[in-house]
């Protein structure tokens, strides 16, 4: 048991060293969160799933291996599930700590690497594919499904062109109408609309309609919407928080969305211009 555990040990710090390494070269400033973050990871979820490991092949014979591999694979999938895009990352963990633990029993049973060549093709294959399919997956599947999501649609009126405002927290604001799981705001032509919702949080999944006169909408592609950001006034007697992007017809693009609004986009109302001409300041006494 003790040589067991020894074994173990030496896998958790194998794979903290060689995702470190890894990061070395890349990123050298997160090598030393990432050997932290490697080891805790390693030591608290990658040893039980080791020795469970373990205990289900004990007794298969020559199919332990690539039962193995689909148990370091399958565990090694499941963390993407808190982890999101990063999971692909647990992958790899998973497939240095199998690799590591196979290596040193190979050399513990005086083997060392020598095995039947149509076994040593099988054990390969099984491997690559079962590995290729968990980061497959996570990467296939980059959000967390414990992940939040803003959620919000916005109608705008058509042909509008430059920044939009929300503003959240307004006590006396009509509630969104729903439309399946997103929020719909109806944005005025001054290019704001009211909430009485607190900020949305999480990964933006919003969309952005044109509406005209007779209620026809036109789906915005998201090249022509930049994410602006958010902010806020706060005083003695009130308290309010806005998000806001641009939206264009003329310069749609990626670099409008990636690069920063051109200094001719149009600028909305200000949030204190908002507060003034809806009155919130005085509905906060």
Known sequence: MQEIISRKIKSVLVVSAILSGFFLLLEPWMVIPVLIYAFIGCAVYGLPVSFLSDFVTKKIGKYRFVVASLIYSVFG???????????????????LFFLSEEWQR???????????????????????????????????????????????????????????????????????????????YRVNDKGYTLSPLPESEGVIHNQYYYMDAEGNKEKIDDSCINHGGT?????????????????????????FGENGVPPDMPRGISLDQIIDEEGLNKLAY
């Open 231 to 255: 902010d806020g006034v706060e005083t003695d007697d009130y308290e309010y928080f806005t998000s806001y992007f641009f939206v264009t017809q003329t310069q749609c693009g990626d670099t």
């Open 77 to 95: 999938f499941l963390p993407f599930l808190l982890l999101g895009e990063l999971g692909v990352y647990a992958v790899v963990c998973s497939l």
């Open 106 to 184: 190979a050399r513990g049973n005086g083997r060392g690497l020598k095995t039947a060549n149509r076994m040593i093709f099988m054990n390969a294959l099984s491997t690559t594919l079962l590995f290729s399919l968990a980061a497959w997956g996570s990467m296939l599947t980059p959000n967390s499904l414990f992940e939040e999501h803003t959620n919000e649609l916005y109608l705008i009126p058509k042909g509008y062109e430059g920044e939009v405002r929300v503003v959240y927290d307004v006590e006396d604001a009509p509630r969104p109408e729903k439309s399946e799981d997103f929020d719909v």
